[in-house]
């Protein structure tokens, strides 16, 4: 495994990668999550490139990039496990030079939900994953379904850019007790962590509303405010069903659609999300 720091050594250390070369862009402080992302990345392609950036254009002023957990160490000993071929770390300077000043941005998918409370995010999303896939020069790339806008918005930026990569989304990882793994999982004091399960008991009951005919969202939605009230740490933020593919709400649900939550507790922001699906 070999770690590259700068443009020159990723280039020089990419020519002789066998292709096809899937890559797994992460921002490190890696869990089981991000490892099933490179054992899949491995099942489908001749070398596997990891990138592990914390990317400060995704971050907004409030939010948490100073407190963002690193541990670039543990990261490379967990990697050189799974046989990752190059694991492309960047200084900030290297992706963001001084003069920096060139954005990706993608319009309707980034509007609504994470994009409405995180101005400017998805712009830093778009933006990065473009100068990796450029970088990189893969032909798979791997992302989790735990975000699921932002698979969408990767999804809508490399059909609309005509990036040559096949984007592949992988299932969300969750603990033993249904929580989804994340790196913002180690803020959670040990009270929070044992209330944010509720997270996936919420999405389960909605799924099983949906099993039993319920179609109207807002009876959904309405069902998990009530669970939500149970949990004292536990303040929702959004509760969503909207159209998987554009992240619109939905009233009625004819087919397909997402459920999505953000929910806070304490200063820790949580994401989740499940697909109800007649399928
Ligand atoms: O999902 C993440 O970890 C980040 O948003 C990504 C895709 C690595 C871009 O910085």
């Known amino acids: 495994m070999k770690l590259v720091r700068t443009l020159k050594e990723l280039r020089e250390a990419r020519a002789s990668l ?14 089981e999550g991000h490892l099933s992302l490179v054992q ?4 489908s392609c001749a070398s596997v490139v990891v990138s592990i950036f914390v990317n ?10 100073a407190r963002y957990p690193r541990d670039l160490q543990h990261d490379l000993d967990l990697l050189e496990k799974e046989n990752v071929d190059i694991v492309w770390a960047p200084e900030d300077g290297e992706m963001y ?62 059909a609309d850019l005509n990036f040559p990569i096949d984007i592949q989304i992988c299932p969300i990882i969750r603990e033993a007790d249904g929580l989804a793994m994340s790196s913002r999982n180690t803020y959670l004091s040990p009270a929070e962590r044992q209330a944010a399960p509720i997270l996936n008991r919420a999405l389960l009951s909605a799924r099983s509303l949906y099993e039993n005919g319920e179609r109207n969202a807002a009876v959904i939605k309405n069902s998990l405010q009530d669970i939500f009230k149970e949990e004292p740490l536990a303040r929702p933020q959004y509760i969503a069903v909207v159209d998987p593919a554009t992240f619109e709400e939905i009233g009625i649900i004819q087919d ?7 929910v806070y507790f304490g200063k820790t922001r949580l994401i989740d999300n499940l697909i109800l699906s007649g399928k």
């Open 56 to 65: 400060p254009t995704q971050f907004g002023p409030q939010e948490d990039l």
């Open 97 to 158: 030079p001084p003069d920096y000043q060139t954005w990706v941005s993608v319009e309707n998918v980034t509007r609504p939900l994470e994009g409405e409370l995180r101005p400017g995010h998805f712009r830093g999303v778009t933006t990065v994953v473009s100068k990796l896939f450029n970088t990189v020069q893969p032909q798979k790339a791997f992302f989790g379904q735990k975000d699921a806008q932002q698979a969408q918005v990767i999804l809508r930026m490399v």
């Open 40 to 43: 899949a990345a491995h099942r």
């Open 256 to 262: 397909k659609a997402l459920i999505l939550l953000a």
């Open 18 to 31: 066998a292709e096809p070369v899937g890559l797994v862009p992460t921002m490190g402080y890696l869990h």
